[in-house]
């Protein structure tokens, strides 16, 4: 079955530190790649996508994702991050094929940025 | 705000009472989404809407009912709940189903507690 795993649940950086969360997924063809945050009480939104092209993606905050088919892969980068980047972060795959295409999620990683 | 109003945002009710969630997009988007986000859980998927019909339920209880009048407003309506339903309820749209190349957009979501 298809899926998608975000390997650390809590991440607690200090400011001004780099970032990278990882995503993987399972699935052997077409994928669209996405990352959604969610601010604390607040709607998740789209921080940034990949469709095809360049592998490596820029979003919104100066988040940047790459995109590397050979392992299945879509981290999220950022070189140094701010207080207000604290938010639960989550990738999505949407994969298969057809009416059959799905959004699937992953459990999410919840990142906290110590002043 | 996202473009996706849902009410109420927060919503406590016991297991033999009946309510509903609404929610309402101005996007002009053709698919709309019920999705459930529990504690430690992938998002899960529990309805889909596209251009009004219902084109997907994934295996949810027939105590969610979900409703859409037209191609703007979604609604869940709730009956005969249990504790374990309590969760953010998140309401999504994107401009086509299925193909979900633009990402969704999210509403803030309506919190709801089953005692």
């Known amino acids: 079955a298809q899926s998608v795993s975000q390997h650390n649940h809590h991440v607690i950086l200090s400011e001004a530190a780099s970032l990278e969360l990882g995503c993987n997924y399972s699935?052997?063809?077409?994928?669209?790649l996405f990352w959604y945050v969610q601010y604390p009480g607040q709607h998740l939104q789209l921080l940034l996508k990949?469709?095809?092209?360049d592998p490596l993606v820029k979003g919104i905050k100066g988040f940047e994702a790459e995109f590397i088919k050979s392992k299945f892969s879509f981290n999220l980068r950022k070189p140094s991050v701010q207080w207000s980047d604290t938010a639960e972060y989550f990738c999505?795959?949407?994969?298969?094929?057809?009416?059959?295409?799905?959004?699937?999620w992953g459990l999410g990683t919840s990142l906290a940025v110590n002043p | 705000e996202t473009g996706v109003t849902q009410t109420p945002r927060h919503l406590v009710m016991g297991m033999t009472n009946k309510k509903s969630l609404k929610c309402e997009q101005h996007?002009?988007?053709?698919?709309m989404y019920w999705y459930k986000q529990s504690a430690k859980k992938p998002l899960e998927l529990m309805f889909v809407?596209?251009?009004?019909?219902?084109?997907e339920n994934n295996s949810v209880p027939s105590r969610f009912s979900p409703e859409c009048p037209n191609s703007s407003h979604l609604f869940l309506h709730l009956h005969t709940l249990q504790p374990e339903d309590s969760a953010l309820y998140l309401c999504?749209?994107?401009?086509?189903?299925?193909?979900?190349?633009?990402?969704?957009?999210f509403g803030s979501g309506t919190r709801l507690t089953v005692v």
């Open positions: 999504a749209s994107s401009q086509e189903w299925a193909t979900t190349n633009y990402g969704y957009t």
């Open positions: 996007l002009g988007h053709n698919a």
């Open positions: 809407y596209s251009l009004e019909e219902r084109v």
């Open positions: 699935y052997g063809g077409t994928v669209n």
């Open positions: 990949y469709f095809s092209g």
């Open positions: 999505a795959v949407n994969a298969g094929a057809g009416n059959n295409r799905k959004l699937i």
